[in-house]
């Protein structure tokens, strides 16, 4: 029992330090960070801050869009032809590629309600952070096939 505390432990130290590095990377190189004020419920005024990298256009695509696009080509070339597109050389690949992208649409999709929700409730977006870090990493855990040697 103590072992698995130990592992909890470690595991909430890991993840608050990659979210300090995710931090740091965000506030270096260039990054422009603008103050965001619109009125919340009650009167008060909700603020945050939005992190705009150097390369950021209108025209940039939201991340989930790759992975639509990952999931149409395959998916209509499956319809298709009957087969997989596969751009590389390894064919182990493709499929695999395929049964993880399809996954991250929707999670990435709850991950962005998660966030707008806590930044309009807390006016920061530093719980919606932390919560959608924790959720991304036990989707991934829970999701990972493990293998015990007995």
């Known amino acids: 029992m103590r072992r698995r505390w130990s592992l909890a432990i470690a595991g ?3 993840i608050l330090a990659g979210g300090g590095l995710a931090h740091l990377t965000q506030t270096a190189g260039g990054i422009k960070i603008e103050d965001i004020r619109v009125p919340g419920a009650k009167g008060n005024t909700m603020s945050a801050l939005l992190y705009i990298p150097a390369n950021a256009a209108a025209q940039t695509p939201p991340p ?3 992975f639509i696009a990952l999931l149409v080509l395959q998916y ?3 319809w298709l032809s009957g087969k997989l597109f596969n751009s590389l050389p390894d064919p182990g690949f493709v499929p695999l590629s395929t049964i993880v992208a399809i996954q991250f649409v929707p999670l990435l999709a709850i991950c962005a309600v998660i ?3 806590s930044w309009r409730r807390t006016g920061s977006s530093l719980p919606g952070a932390l ?3 924790l959720f991304v990493t036990w989707y991934v855990v829970a999701g990972t096939a493990t293998q015990a040697a007995f």
């Open 12 to 14: 909430a130290v890991l």
């Open 64 to 66: 989930a869009l790759g």
């Open 76 to 78: 209509r070339t499956l």
């Open 115 to 117: 966030a707008t929700f």
């Open 131 to 133: 919560i959608c870090g």
